[in-house]
């Protein structure tokens, strides 16, 4: 079967740095996503890897390993307003996209 | 209107009532999915289609139709609702059946009673 893991739920202090980690198992591989909800709002897209390696957007960064079915999200000099839940979802043979059940981060003063 | 919109936002329903849940995007993209997230579990795929005029089935399609008459358009309809069908449904889009960024709508938070 499919499986996309990710920790249930992370705790980090305003300012510092935390990664999320998400490891995957599916029926083929093109490309990993992340995304980021806000409570009561919908999944918005925040990184996309296809190959190896780390992909920097600002104070966030991605990284990828197709050989170890891992991937991470790096968030820096986090903000409050970063207190959501973060997606992971791998595109699958078939182009469908599969998805983690959400890392609840939660950011402390 | 600039996006997805979904209709209604929210929803009470009995059991064994038709409801069809709307979702309209003017991006002129040629896929829409059709999503079911519950608390605990990851976005669930129930339907999509790849361009107009086409249809497949998802993950959890069981219990939900969907058709796909025009490219803006993309409603999901549950026949006879039951208390398992309560969720929030979420409708996406994206530029092609295999492309990467999926666009959401704001959600239908559905409760079958």
């Known amino acids: 079967g499919q499986n996309i893991d990710q920790p249930t739920e992370m705790t980090a202090t305003e300012g510092a740095i935390v990664q999320i980690n998400c490891t995957y198992q599916t029926s083929g591989f093109n490309g990993l996503f992340w995304y980021q909800q806000h409570a009561g709002e919908a999944p918005t897209f925040l990184s996309y890897n296809v190959l190896d390696g780390l992909e920097e957007k600002g104070r966030f960064s991605s990284f990828l390993s197709r050989s170890k079915g891992y991937s991470y999200l790096l968030l820096k000099e986090l903000q409050m307003k970063d207190s959501a839940s973060y997606l992971c979802?791998?595109?699958?043979?078939?182009?469908?996209?599969?998805w983690g059940a959400g890392t609840k981060l939660i950011i402390k003063p | 209107i600039a996006g997805i919109t979904q209709a209604p936002t929210s929803q009470i329903l009995a059991a064994g009532r038709r409801m069809t849940l709307r979702c309209t995007q003017d991006?002129?993209?040629?896929?829409m999915y059709w999503y079911r997230q519950d608390l605990g579990l990851g976005l669930r795929l129930i339907h999509y289609?790849?361009?107009?005029?086409?249809?497949g089935k998802g993950e959890v399609p069981d219990g939900y139709s969907v058709s796909r008459a025009n490219t803006d358009d993309f409603p999901l309809t549950l026949a006879s609702a039951v208390p398992s069908q309560t969720s929030v449904y979420f409708c996406?889009?994206?530029?092609?059946?295999?492309?990467?960024?999926?666009?959401f709508g704001p959600g239908t938070r559905l409760t079958v009673l």
């Open positions: 996406a889009s994206s530029d092609s059946g295999t492309s990467n960024e999926q666009f």
């Open positions: 289609s790849n361009t107009a005029g086409t249809t």
């Open positions: 979802a791998v595109l699958d043979s078939n182009y469908q996209l599969i």
């Open positions: 991006m002129r993209h040629n896929a």
